[in-house]
């Protein structure tokens, strides 16, 4: 099987308890617990109008500017994936359209993240399916190859694995590794509860800001008397 042009079996898959935990916590508070590293960058953009997003990792890398390889993962698809394709970034051609996105739909896919571009942009919008791109164009793709489905993927220098979890909302798109969810997922949910907390005492006025002169003293800075 060559290297380039190649269709593999998913050999991992996120438990589907552990990415409906994940579909309940913001992408930025998951980033923080996994040190502010790691992102998929900011060119992906939402191009449905709402929504957020979580699912078990699908993953395409394609020349750009050729949907081939995309159509056969979205065959392969099982309800909950999320389909990442690598096309380069490329915006001259577009990946996919109304049809494949009504298509995935039907298959129940969860939502795709397109390192390239998309056409028919209004009915990404009305159909709703959580998607990321980097762009739009009316030209159209071509189906002739080469490409892989299933191999490791990066974007923006985020890697993504078959069988990673993928979460996603107004912003941006991230990565969670099948190795490490279950410990991102408690470091994220004490994270979001704590955040909870200092909400509530922001709005009854006893939110504590001793903090913000302290680290400027730490760190040196002339301070009025």
């Known amino acids: 099987m060559p290297a380039g042009f190649r269709v593999l079996n998913r050999t991992q898959t996120a438990p589907k308890a552990l990415v409906e935990a ?16 790691t992102a998929a960058g900011p060119t992906l953009r939402p191009m449905h109008s709402s929504g957020t997003m979580a699912g078990v990792a699908l993953t395409v890398k394609t020349r750009p500017g ?14 909950g994936d999320v389909i990442v394709c690598d096309a380069g970034g490329d915006l001259t051609n577009a990946l ?18 397109l390192n390239g571009a998309i056409r028919d942009f209004d009915f ?7 998607t990321w791109a980097v762009g739009v164009t009316h030209r159209g793709p071509y189906k002739d190859g080469p490409g892989e489905v299933n ?11 078959p069988g990673d979890i993928v979460i996603g ?21 004490a994270k979001s509860a704590a955040e909870i907390k200092q909400m509530a005492a922001i709005e009854a006025g006893t939110n504590d800001r001793t903090w913000v002169d302290r680290a400027l003293k730490e760190r040196g800075c002339e301070m009025p008397e």
Do not use: W
């Not at 996919?96 to 993240?113: D, P, Q, S």
């Not at 191999?151 to 694995?161: A, K, N, Y």
């Not at 909302?169 to 949910?189: I, R």
């Open 66 to 79: 050729d949907n081939l390889m995309l159509h056969k993962a979205i065959d392969m698809a099982v309800p």
């Open 151 to 161: 191999v490791p993927v990066s974007l923006g220098g985020m890697v993504i694995h």
């Open 22 to 37: 994940f579909a309940k916590l913001p992408v930025a508070n998951v980033s923080d617990s996994m040190a502010r590293v």
């Open 124 to 130: 990404f919008r009305s159909f709703n399916l959580p």
């Open 169 to 189: 909302d107004s912003d941006g798109v991230h990565c969670v590794p099948l190795a490490e969810a279950e410990a991102v997922l408690a470091q994220t949910q």
């Open 96 to 113: 996919m359209g109304e049809l494949m996105l009504a298509y995935a739909m039907k298959k129940g896919v969860a939502g795709f993240v």
